[in-house]
């Protein structure tokens, strides 16, 4: 099957600038997250959709970050404005209820 | 609440050593507890598996233990590999979310 898609793979921009995020889930997964992995440090979740609903958000930055899964499906994560300290490895992440993860490639983003 | 700690990095080891990587973990509840890795420009891979206590994942050489008493759930592989180089990452689920540790970095050198 195909794998999780994300894009772009790389992006560079400068602090106060927006920048977006793509993720393709896997077909028929249902869950889809969004992790931030900082050099370094492990992935932590950003938020969490169950189909085209917000299970977890408790993590995600409101006053800057934002995130949609219009139709259940494909999934945008927005910064704006971008800090530093926003650099990272963006992951994008799917599963069917109660299987395993399949993550995404990542985009690995610089704010410069 | 619940959480995971792994061995900081970098290991380094030579080609046929035995490896240990060691995770403990907090939780509530029954959690399962999984190893991923990460090599190179890739993204996360589930590497193996333990749903409940005393149960064994293994997968590709590696092996872990499910282990209640000690809250722990150490990654072994008894001859690493060249192409074993990668980031490990220990992660636990109660349920619907997932827990990662903060990975611990392997170079396998010929």
């Known amino acids: 099957e195909a794998g999780v898609a994300q894009s772009p793979r790389y992006k560079i921009i400068e602090k106060r600038q927006s920048v977006a995020f793509w993720c393709n889930p896997i077909?028929?997964?249902?869950?889809l997250y969004w992790y931030q992995q900082i050099l370094g440090q492990g992935p932590k979740l950003l938020i969490q959709?169950?189909?085209?609903?917000?299970?977890?958000d408790s993590q995600l930055p409101k006053d800057r970050f934002s995130a949609e899964r219009l139709k259940g499906v494909d999934s945008t994560l927005k910064i704006q404005p971008a800090k530093l300290e926003d650099s990272a490895v963006y992951l994008c992440?799917?599963?069917?209820?109660?299987?395993?993860?399949?993550f995404g490639s990542g985009t690995q983003l610089s704010v410069l | 609440g619940n959480s995971v700690t792994q061995m900081e990095g970098p290991v380094t080891l030579s080609e046929e050593a035995f490896l240990t990587i060691n995770c403990t973990y907090t939780?509530?509840?029954?959690?399962?507890l999984f190893w991923y890795v990460q090599y190179p420009g890739e993204g996360l891979q589930l590497l193996l598996k333990?749903?409940?206590?005393?149960d064994k994942g293994s997968n590709k050489g590696f092996e872990a233990t499910y282990r209640k008493e000690t809250t722990s759930f150490h990654l072994e592989k008894g001859s690493v590999q060249v192409s074993d180089s990668a980031v490990y990452f220990c992660?636990?689920?109660?349920?619907?979310?997932?827990?990662f540790g903060t990975g611990t970095s392997l170079t396998v050198i010929p």
């Open positions: 992440a799917s599963r069917r209820v109660n299987e395993k993860l399949f």
């Open positions: 077909s028929g997964h249902a869950t």
């Open positions: 959709f169950q189909n085209n609903g917000v299970v977890d």
């Open positions: 939780a509530t509840g029954y959690p399962s």
């Open positions: 333990a749903t409940k206590a005393d």
């Open positions: 992660a636990l689920t109660p349920g619907n979310q997932f827990y």
